[in-house]
């Protein structure tokens, strides 16, 4: 198959915002495929295609290499080959009669015609002459909803640069188990059951335009052991012959594309076309599911739903010419060609058996990954039911300074007259995580020459050879400085400023004489010479045009804040002032003061003044300056633009960028390629009424489209440990001149620490911005916060968990308990802070002091939010020795009392979700974390409608 075969079947992914996306019910028409021919380009058009492989096992296994690559490793890495080479059993798939396939009335791999069997030992054997396949999963336990990196290498059949041809390719799923003999679940089976796999409604990186693509789904068409028998034989001679998908609860679902009602195209994981390199190698990041984004996979136990502490990744290698026109992957014959990896999940939603004491907490949202290690931890080593809710900072601040909530979690100074001591837990920072695909200017050919290369911007034919080698791989060590952080947070690129029927960018000039997108810009070229031959016609470099952000006003949104008002340069731009190459804010989203070039204050204020004249504004929309940071929200969104026509619902800016829930989701759409639009119509007309679409004429709802893998583009800001989490990279801030940078990891997280400024209460705040350092400038401390006026046998239950956290909660890993990859442990001063501040909590009669005076400004959600009352613990035990760190790092502290064997209590989570919002069930595991039933207390309440019940 040739690249150029592909690219009128390329699907439409990429969301832009032209005429197209008005039409009702066309999601794909919505989001323009600019990325149309991008799938592979130059040879290689698929994400992770490189010449090198990621699956050579690193030397450091604890996740403490996350960083700025976005490039983790883990104690539970697995590699197995084809050929079954060194293989544990339960990942063994052998290549002979001892192999009986599913649905075939006990055929065996022996029965597999030698027309499919040859070609696949050919290409994937030992003997095919790169070594054999071989596949690695870089994590498989511990994992809840995450990315995993799935690497190939030995894969013969890759993509050729000089032909743009290929031969083999890889579908990758995932599973839940097997099936008895009467079809009933058995998720503890020694191999998966095909009927058991989330396979057939097309990956983000299908080859389908709206249509079918048999051999990427569940179709068994064609295959001569579907002919010959088993019970799959009645669906080899129906139309599209799809099997039905069994559910772990053992309910089918039609499988025929779009017909199955657990999964849907847009919710699956399963990854429909990988391509290796030309050296055979290739590697892809993997969503792997829970039962909570998943239910018909049900990975990860729970006590309230059918589940499975272990599920399966299965990669499919596909042979063109072999089976490629009417079947799918999970056909016997070519299910038995499969590799398979067996994966342990961590167990979601259960409880915690009512153990010494319980304690509640809730505030920041930086500390959710932790949270989700932490609890399991606390309550099998301190028997303690931690119970853990997100808040927005600002609202567990103030209802903490109400008495309403007596225990938060919290980056920033605790106001009012509540007395209490902060307890450092951990370090983490806001990030700007990305995906963009590379793809080069110019397309390597075999006749290209010296000047043909020089023509192009080459200094070399080898150059130029050499960056075809990088098409399609995913680009990492991007450089920001925080100017260019406020262009993309003001809609200051051409892009970011939609064109639709009912509003042009033509309608003023000032709209189009700017550069279109990040990767157009010369500041951001200037800082990054390594892409200067990137493609800026390209569908990925052009979607890059604005960041995705949260709509919770967090800690860490003001950290970023804190960082472009310190920066003269980012300062100035929000002023109204030109960068050094003449480009200016969106005059919408200026302060309009021009400090900082208050010399040409009269000529910039009049230019901008006509450009805001010259430009058609939304009804009801006051123009006036915008001050920073902006009040009522984290990020600016002034609604100026919007697009009117009489037979469709008005289009405005928070349709075109809408927020997303919080730092989490962020992280998790760069992770998964989905950038948030209502693009599509959701009509409610005469003719066809559906109230469903609110009134008429409708709304634009987001169709939740995930970006082609071949031409993923796009970046937020979210947390660092969300960004491990989804081992997404995230930039390297620098200064403005580019000669000093720093990125975000576990050293330079430490070292700002270092540089914190303390108030005499013990509340850290960062320090100057200082590159050269070494220090990651928007580094944040997580405390935990205690109201000293609780009764002492409460306040020691807090010391106790507080206690662990500071110890063994500190050790950097995966397994429950653990500090996760994305945070950095304490320093040596603030561990010593914290022992000295849970011997406070441990006092009788604790050193109480006013925490400031005044309140803590009301934003959005100023004043105590209603209702939220937490705190307090049911029993504990009172007193205690106060912590000291050990030799090893752990802090033993004052163990609980014993007490009797618990009970296991349930935690029940009610999420209320509108049809623009992320799904409930989509919102990652770590924010999930309920409160234990029985909880003494008031139940804490989530912002933004997600409620926890008991």
């Not at 990854?271 to 599911?289: H, I, K, M, P, Y």
């Not at 016997?332 to 259960?350: F, G, H």
């Not at 931690?386 to 109400?402: I, S």
């Not at 020459?449 to 960056?467: F, I, N, P, Q, V």
């Amino acid at each position: 198959m040739t690249v150029r075969d592909l690219l009128t079947t390329m699907s439409v992914n990429r969301v832009r915002t032209g005429r197209a996306a008005q039409q009702p019910g066309r999601s794909g028409r919505a989001r323009i495929a600019v990325a149309l021919t991008g799938l592979v380009i130059a040879g290689t058009g698929f994400s992770g295609i490189g010449t090198g492989y990621a699956g050579a096992a690193p030397p450091v296994t604890d996740g403490s290499d996350w960083g700025a690559q976005g490039v983790l490793s883990s104690d539970s890495a697995v590699t197995v080959r084809w050929d079954n080479q060194g293989n544990a059993p339960e990942n063994t798939v052998p290549r002979n009669g001892q192999q009986v396939i599913p649905h075939t009335d006990n055929k065996t791999y022996d029965d597999v015609p030698a027309r499919i069997a040859d070609p696949y030992a050919a290409n994937f054997g030992a003997g095919n002459g790169l070594g054999g396949l071989e596949v690695s999963v870089s994590q498989t336990r511990g994992l809840v909803n995450q990315a995993v990196t799935i690497g190939i290498r030995g894969a013969k059949g890759g993509i050729n640069p000089d032909t743009q041809q290929f031969s083999t390719y890889f579908q990758i799923f995932q599973c839940w188990g097997g099936l008895t003999a009467s079809g009933r679940p058995a998720p503890n089976a020694s191999s998966p059951d095909p009927a058991t796999c989330q396979i057939g409604e097309h990956g983000p990186d299908s080859l389908s335009v709206g249509g079918n693509v048999r051999s990427e789904e569940r179709s068994v068409v064609g295959d001569p052991l579907t002919v010959s028998g088993g019970d799959w034989r009645q669906y080899s001679t129906q139309e599209g012959g799809a099997v039905p998908f069994t559910s772990i609860a053992g309910v089918e679902a039609d499988g025929t594309k779009g017909q199955n009602k657990f999964f849907s195209k847009d919710t699956t994981n399963e990854l429909s076309r990988v391509v290796a390199g030309s050296n055979g190698a290739t590697s892809r990041e993997f969503e792997v599911q829970t039962s909570l984004e998943s239910a018909g996979l049900g990975c990860g136990k729970r006590s309230d739903a059918p589940s499975t502490s272990q599920c399966w990744i299965v990669v499919v290698p596909r042979v063109s010419g072999v089976l490629t026109t009417s079947t799918g992957p999970i056909s016997p014959s070519l299910w038995a060609q499969r590799l398979q990896v067996r994966i342990a999940l961590r167990d979601v939603l259960t409880g915690c058996p009512s153990g010494q004491s319980r304690s509640l907490l809730g505030g920041s949202e930086m500390l959710s990954n932790a949270a989700a290690s932490w609890t399991p931890g606390v309550c099998s080593d301190r028997k303690i039911a931690l119970g853990y809710t997100q808040l927005g900072d600002e609202v567990a601040r103030n209802q903490f300074a109400a008495g309403s909530n007596r225990a938060i979690l919290t980056t920033r100074r605790t106001s009012g007259v509540t007395k209490t001591t902060p307890v450092p837990l951990a370090l983490s920072a806001p990030v700007f995580a990305y995906q963009l695909v590379y793809q080069p200017r110019c397309r390597w050919k075999a006749s290209d020459t010296e000047e043909t290369a020089k023509d192009c911007g080459y200094d070399s034919l080898a150059e130029l050879r050499a960056d075809a080698d990088r098409a399609g791989t995913l680009i990492k060590g991007i450089k920001l400085d925080a100017r260019l952080v406020a262009k993309l947070l003001t809609q200051s690129y051409q892009f970011a400023i939609f064109d639709r029927t009912g509003f042009s960018r033509l309608a003023a000039p000032w709209m189009t004489q700017r550069p279109t997108n990040l990767g157009n810009d010369p500041e951001f070229r200037r800082l990054n010479p390594d892409l200067r031959h990137l493609n800026l016609k390209d569908a990925a470099s052009q979607a890059i045009d604005h960041l995705i952000v949260e709509s919770l006003r967090s800690d860490g949104a003001a950290a970023v804040w804190d960082w472009l008002l310190a920066d003269p340069d980012a300062k100035a731009f929000l002023n109204g002032c030109p960068d050094e190459n003449g480009m200016v804010i969106n005059p919408f989203y200026s302060t309009r003061t021009y400090e900082g070039c208050s010399d040409q204050k009269v000529a910039l204020a009049a230019a901008a003044a006509a450009a805001r004249t010259a430009t058609p504004i939304a009804n009801g929309y006051v123009d006036q300056p915008l001050s920073y940071p902006p009040d009522g929200s984290p990020f600016p969104l002034p609604t100026w633009q919007e697009a009117r026509d009489d037979d469709l619902p008005t289009y405005g800016v928070v349709d075109h960028l809408p927020r997303m829930d919080s730092m989490a989701a962020t992280g998790r759409g760069v992770g998964i390629g989905y950038a948030p639009a209502n693009s599509q119509l959701c009509a409610n007309t005469p003719q066809v009424p559906n109230d469903d679409c609110g009134p008429q004429p409708g709304k634009w709802t987001d169709p939740k489209t995930r970006q082609s893998a071949s031409q993923v583009g796009l970046i937020a800001i979210t947390d660092t440990a969300t960004a491990a989490r989804w081992r997404v990279p995230t930039a390297i801030l620098c200064n403005t001149e580019g000669d000093k940078c720093v990125e975000a990891n576990s050293a330079s997280l430490r070292k700002a620490a270092d540089r914190f400024s303390r108030d005499d209460d013990g509340w850290a705040s960062p320090g100057p911005t200082d590159y050269a350092s070494g220090a990651y400038p928007l580094t944040l401390p997580i405390y935990g916060a205690v109201d000293l006026t609780l009764p002492q046998s409460d306040r020691a239950g807090y010391a106790d968990a507080f206690d662990y956290l500071i110890g063994k909660g500190q050790k950097l890993g995966f397994d429950e308990g653990n500090l996760p990859p994305g945070y950095a442990p304490l320093t040596d001063t603030l561990r010593q802070q914290a022992v000295t501040a849970i011997a406070q909590l441990r006092k009788a009669v604790p050193d109480t002091g006013a925490n400031g005076d005044g309140g803590d400004g009301g934003g959005t959600n100023g004043g105590a939010d209603g209702g939220a009352g937490g705190g307090g613990l049911g029993g504990g035990a009172a007193g205690g020795a106060a912590s000291t760190p050990d030799a090893a790092g752990a802090s033993p502290g004052a163990a609980a009392s014993p007490g009797a064997q618990p009970t296991a209590t349930a935690q029940v989570v009610t999420v209320a979700a509108s049809t623009e919002s992320w799904p409930g069930w989509m919102i990652p595991f770590g924010l999930l974390l309920a409160l234990v039933a029985g909880l003494s207390g008031p139940v804490m309440s989530f912002t933004r409608n997600v409620r926890i019940t008991r």
